[in-house]
């Protein structure tokens, strides 16, 4: 009977200390242990780390928002105080959690109480006086637990103001955030219809500008020409004085070039005033490259030339060695490149007589003709714009301009795409003066390019004509090629 008292006193007492704890921690939802020191008090151990009560979290957290919110913009403000709000809304929720706690407590320590009663006359002596120091905690739980009760219900107060002045900041955030996005809304659309007003102003600037711009160039452009012909109609331009100079100079020039001829014919009347009487036929013209020597009567008693036989010669100025320009038979013979420096004779044939005139002097080079030629010489090609005027002998119809290439290697004579002759330099090829008489002579030149072929073609201008021959007989004595006229000596 005794034993079983005992064990059944110790399974009771060990129950209720392990069903009934003295405190409770409300962060972590358990009981904390306590231990019984020295005249019967209850004593919390020290093993766990203390916590911080929820009072000053809640404070510590509140500083905080309060110390950032200068810094923070207001979307930030309004999520930190959502989250102070959610973190009210937890400690509540703890609160309550320790409320039911603590309701569980009292239920539990009336239940001990009432079993430690019910076994006071039960329990023998020797465990009488654990039942007693049992029944002493007991009471003390009863008592403390009322306290601590008071004081939870005091900080669920606090935390229930805290949670609604943190609720009304979270809606005042969220206000104020929605009236500055309304602000910043109503300052973009504004900002968009300013850039809107100020790229519309800019364009029709732009267009003013366009607008302006146009007619003021074509205003420039009106006074420019104008001023240009103000200044054709008063100054004369450096160029048209130039030409107007070059003209002067070369009417001097054949003004002193057929008084030199003049001057030479009478020389020679002087020295054998015999010959000169009986003499009925002179040269008449300029005795230079790029002029005309036709053979003129000078009394009426003597025949018609065109009812004479004519020959051209020409003579060496050294020598008097005399050479038979082939095909120049016409009372009009137009010198070429190569009759400069010799002298020309024409012999001039009228029944069983014949009658001999002669250039005074050698003929003259034309002026600034060397140096033009050596300017196209750098060029690996040159074009001439020439018209085809007889071919095989043939007079030809007028036709289109042709266009005569002068190569370095070979000649080419084209209409538009069409190949008309295109030979390289060889010793079948002839090229010289016309020497079929006419108006147009000291402009045109024969070419035979192949056997079988050759053209009299005419040139712009009695300059190109002349250097369309120079140039061709430089090119193809580099080619070790000597260009003449039919029957003309190439050597000497």
Same mark, same amino acid.
């Given at each position: 009977?005794?034993?079983?008292?005992?064990?059944?006193?110790?399974?009771?007492?060990?129950?209720? &200390?392990?069903?009934?704890?003295?405190?409770?921690?409300?962060?972590?939802?358990?009981?904390?242990?306590?231990?019984?020191?020295?005249?019967?008090?209850?004593?919390?151990?020290?093993?766990?780390?203390?916590?911080?009560?929820?009072?000053?979290?809640?404070?510590?957290?509140?500083?905080?928002?309060?110390?950032?919110?200068?810094?923070?913009?207001?979307?930030?403000?309004?999520?930190?105080?959502?989250?102070?709000?959610?973190?009210?809304?937890?400690?509540?929720?703890?609160?309550?959690?320790?409320?039911?706690?603590?309701?569980?407590?009292?239920?539990?320590?009336?239940?001990?109480?009432?079993?430690?009663?019910?076994?006071?006359?039960?329990?023998?002596?020797?465990?009488?006086?654990?039942?007693?120091?049992?029944?002493?905690?007991?009471?003390?739980?009863?008592?403390?637990?009322?306290?601590?009760?008071?004081?939870?219900?005091?900080?669920?107060?606090?935390?229930?103001?805290?949670?609604?002045?943190?609720?009304?900041?979270?809606?005042?955030?969220?206000?104020?955030?929605?009236?500055?996005?309304?602000?910043?809304?109503?300052?973009?659309?504004?900002?968009?219809?300013?850039?809107?007003?100020?790229?519309?102003?800019?364009?029709?600037?732009?267009?003013?500008?366009?607008?302006?711009?146009?007619?003021?160039?074509?205003?420039?452009?009106?006074?420019?020409?104008?001023?240009?012909?103000?200044?054709?109609?008063?100054?004369?331009?450096?160029?048209?004085?130039?030409?107007?100079?070059?003209?002067?100079?070369?009417?001097?020039?054949?003004?002193?070039?057929?008084?030199?001829?003049?001057?030479?014919?009478?020389?020679?009347?002087?020295?054998?005033?015999?010959?000169?009487?009986?003499?009925?036929?002179?040269?008449?013209?300029?005795?230079?490259?790029?002029?005309?020597?036709?053979?003129?009567?000078?009394?009426?008693?003597?025949?018609?030339?065109?009812?004479?036989?004519?020959?051209?010669?020409?003579?060496?100025?050294?020598?008097?060695?005399?050479?038979?320009?082939?095909?120049?038979?016409?009372?009009?013979?137009?010198?070429?490149?190569?009759?400069?420096?010799?002298?020309?004779?024409?012999?001039?044939?009228?029944?069983?007589?014949?009658?001999?005139?002669?250039?005074?002097?050698?003929?003259?080079?034309?002026?600034?003709?060397?140096?033009?030629?050596?300017?196209?010489?750098?060029?690996?090609?040159?074009? &001439?714009?020439?018209?085809?005027?007889?071919?095989?002998?043939?007079?030809?119809?007028?036709?289109?301009?042709?266009?005569?290439?002068?190569?370095?290697?070979?000649?080419?004579?084209?209409?538009?795409?069409?190949?008309?002759?295109?030979? &390289?330099?060889?010793?079948?090829?002839?090229?010289?003066?016309?020497?079929?008489?006419?108006?147009?002579?000291?402009?045109?030149?024969?070419?035979?390019?192949?056997?079988?072929?050759?053209?009299?073609?005419?040139?712009?201008?009695?300059?190109?004509?002349?250097?369309?021959?120079?140039?061709?007989?430089? &090119?193809?004595?580099?080619?070790?090629?000597?260009?003449?006229?039919?029957?003309?000596?190439?050597?000497?």
């Amino acid at each position: 009977m005794t034993r079983v008292a005992r064990d059944y006193g110790d399974k009771l007492h060990n129950e209720a &200390f392990r069903s009934v704890p003295l405190h409770t921690n409300f962060l972590m939802n358990r009981f904390p242990n306590y231990k019984i020191g020295t005249k019967n008090i209850a004593i919390e151990p020290n093993g766990d780390p203390e916590v911080p009560p929820l009072k000053e979290i809640v404070a510590k957290e509140t500083a905080d928002l309060l110390d950032r919110r200068q810094r923070l913009s207001v979307r930030e403000l309004a999520k930190k105080f959502e989250k102070g709000l959610y973190t009210a809304t937890l400690l509540s929720n703890e609160v309550k959690w320790g409320q039911v706690a603590l309701l569980e407590r009292d239920v539990l320590v009336d239940k001990l109480r009432n079993v430690l009663d019910s076994l006071r006359g039960r329990v023998v002596s020797k465990n009488r006086d654990e039942l007693e120091s049992s029944i002493s905690m007991a009471e003390k739980l009863a008592v403390q637990l009322p306290q601590r009760e008071g004081e939870l219900l005091q900080q669920k107060a606090e935390v229930k103001k805290l949670a609604t002045s943190l609720k009304l900041a979270s809606e005042d955030a969220k206000r104020i955030v929605d009236e500055e996005r309304v602000n910043a809304r109503i300052e973009i659309e504004s900002a968009r219809a300013a850039v809107q007003r100020v790229q519309q102003a800019l364009h029709e600037h732009e267009e003013l500008s366009r607008r302006t711009e146009k007619q003021d160039v074509q205003e420039l452009k009106t006074e420019v020409q104008a001023a240009r012909r103000i200044k054709m109609l008063h100054y004369r331009s450096k160029v048209m004085d130039m030409e107007n100079e070059i003209q002067v100079l070369r009417a001097q020039f054949a003004e002193k070039a057929s008084l030199s001829v003049q001057l030479r014919k009478e020389l020679t009347m002087r020295k054998s005033p015999k010959e000169n009487k009986d003499r009925i036929y002179e040269l008449e013209g300029l005795e230079s490259l790029g002029s005309c020597l036709h053979i003129i009567r000078r009394t009426n008693t003597a025949p018609n030339v065109s009812d004479c036989l004519i020959q051209w010669y020409r003579i060496q100025p050294v020598g008097s060695k005399i050479e038979l320009i082939s095909g120049a038979t016409k009372p009009v013979y137009a010198p070429e490149p190569f009759d400069v420096g010799r002298f020309l004779q024409a012999e001039i044939t009228f029944g069983d007589d014949s009658v001999t005139v002669k250039t005074a002097g050698p003929i003259d080079p034309a002026a600034g003709l060397g140096s033009y030629v050596e300017e196209l010489v750098r060029k690996p090609e040159t074009e &001439f714009n020439v018209v085809v005027v007889q071919e095989n002998g043939n007079d030809c119809d007028v036709d289109p301009i042709h266009v005569l290439n002068i190569g370095r290697l070979r000649m080419k004579l084209s209409r538009g795409k069409a190949v008309v002759a295109k030979e &390289f330099y060889s010793s079948s090829m002839q090229l010289c003066g016309a020497r079929g008489g006419g108006n147009a002579a000291a402009q045109t030149l024969f070419w035979r390019p192949k056997k079988g072929l050759h053209l009299t073609l005419a040139f712009e201008s009695v300059r190109e004509r002349n250097a369309a021959i120079m140039l061709a007989r430089r &090119f193809a004595i580099d080619c070790n090629i000597m260009l003449a006229g039919p029957g003309d000596r190439t050597t000497g």
